[in-house]
């Protein structure tokens, strides 16, 4: 396995990953691959909204309540109808439908910065 090329750590401050909870999960009609379209709220940034490919190991009704990472400074990007505003961060299992989502291993304060 290789690794991408590497960066300055000034780069990698440029990245804004926060912590946020998700408030809502709704099944992505729409999207071309299995998604669901997902609300999740990082305290004092608001809510931001984004479609996420996690259906298979992840129910709606596992995702709401769930804390999250995410990168909150990517520009907006239109997924069919609907405006994902945030990165929501996984790892891929061997079949890349397997996405194992980032989270917290203790409750934190929603909007908290990784650094």
């Known amino acids: 396995m290789t690794t991408k090329p590497e960066i300055s750590w000034e780069d990698f401050e440029k990245i804004d990953i926060r912590c946020g909870t998700v408030i809502s ?22 809510i931001r909204k984004s479609s996420a490919q996690i259906t298979t190991l992840y129910s709606k009704e596992d995702l709401v309540g ?15 109808d609907f405006m994902s505003e945030c990165l929501i961060l996984g790892v891929y299992g061997e079949d890349p439908k397997d996405v ?16």
Not at 25 to 43: H, M, T, V, W
Not at 100 to 115: D, E, H, M
Request: proline letters at 6%; aromatic letters at 8%; charged letters at 25%.
């Open 66 to 80: 769930k804390q999250i990472l995410a990168v909150v400074n990517f520009p907006k990007k239109q997924i069919a």
């Open 25 to 46: 999960a709704q099944d992505f009609k729409k999207a071309r691959n299995p998604s669901y379209q997902l609300e999740i709220d990082f305290g004092d940034l608001g």
């Open 100 to 115: 194992t989502l980032l989270t917290t291993s203790l409750p934190a304060k929603n909007g908290l910065k990784v650094g």
